[in-house]
C-alpha cells in the first residue's frame, strides 16, 4: 500500500477504505504505523475541508446547562440576578467580558464560542 497525500474527495475516500482494512493492526507494527499516518492525514483533510463553525454564544451556554442537569438559576453565580440570566438566555442583552471570564473558568465552556458574535441580536 502505498500512502500519499490527500487533494481531493477521491484521494480522502480510498485513505477511509485504507484505514478500514488496518484498524485491527497492532500498535507499533508496520501496518499500525500506516495506519497513524493515515488517520493524521485524514484528520488534516478534514479539518481542512469540513471546517466546524463555533456555535453562537448563548447556544453553547444552553447546551451546557442541559448537559449538565442544571437550570438557569444555576447560572446565577456566574451571570448575576436570574432576570440578568433570562435576558442574556433571551438574546436581550449580550454577554459582559466579566461574564464570560466567569462562563470559562468556572464551567468550562470554551472562550471562543463565548466571544462569538451571537446569531440573534
Sequence with gaps: MTIRPIRNENDYREALKQIETLMNAQEGSFEGDQLDVLVTLVEAYER??????????VEA????????????KDLEPVIGRINRVY???????????????KLHGQLGIPAESLIKEPARQ
Aim: hydrophobic share 30%; net charge positive.
Design 61 to 72: 451556554i444552553k447546551f451546557y446547562i442541559e448537559q449538565n442537569g442544571m437550570t438557569p
Design 87 to 101: 435576558e442574556v438566555l433571551n438574546y436581550t442583552r449580550p454577554l459582559t467580558l466579566k461574564m464570560i471570564r
Design 48 to 57: 481542512k475541508s469540513y471546517p466546524m463553525d463555533l456555535p453562537d454564544p
